[in-house]
């Protein structure tokens, strides 16, 4: 059982069980920490923005193509924390990963 910290728009912490191989969009909507996900996951609409723990960045792919076009027009982009949850599937390497969900834009 591989589990997240998450840190939700209240700034209360969770510790909550991740779903192996599933993007981490899916289980923070799921416990509806302030993940809409509009687009369903298609990256075209950065209401799955979370920040990443800066020390736990290189244990995700880097972003690719349309999640950097969307994440540099974010009022709140963090170049150094900012992702589209969409874009980041859970995986044994990121047992304990702590993030925070973005404020809402």
């Known amino acids: ?3 997240m910290r998450v840190t939700d728009r209240d700034g209360i912490l ?3 069980e991740g779903q192996l191989g599933v993007k981490l969009m899916e289980t923070l909507r799921e416990y509806e920490y302030g993940v809409t996900a509009i687009c369903g996951g298609l990256c075209s609409c950065a209401t799955c923005h979370i920040f990443i723990d800066p020390e736990w960045m290189s244990r995700l792919p880097a972003p690719q193509g349309d999640e950097k076009e ?3 027009e974010l009022q709140n982009y963090d170049p ?3 992702r ?3 874009q980041v599937d859970f995986t044994p390497a990121l047992d304990g990963l702590p993030l925070t969900v973005a404020p809402d834009e």
Do not use: D, K, P, T
């Open 1 to 3: 059982m591989a589990r």
């Open 84 to 86: 589209l949850s969409c």
């Open 80 to 82: 150094e924390r900012s």
């Open 70 to 72: 969307l994440l540099v």
């Open 14 to 16: 969770h510790e909550v």
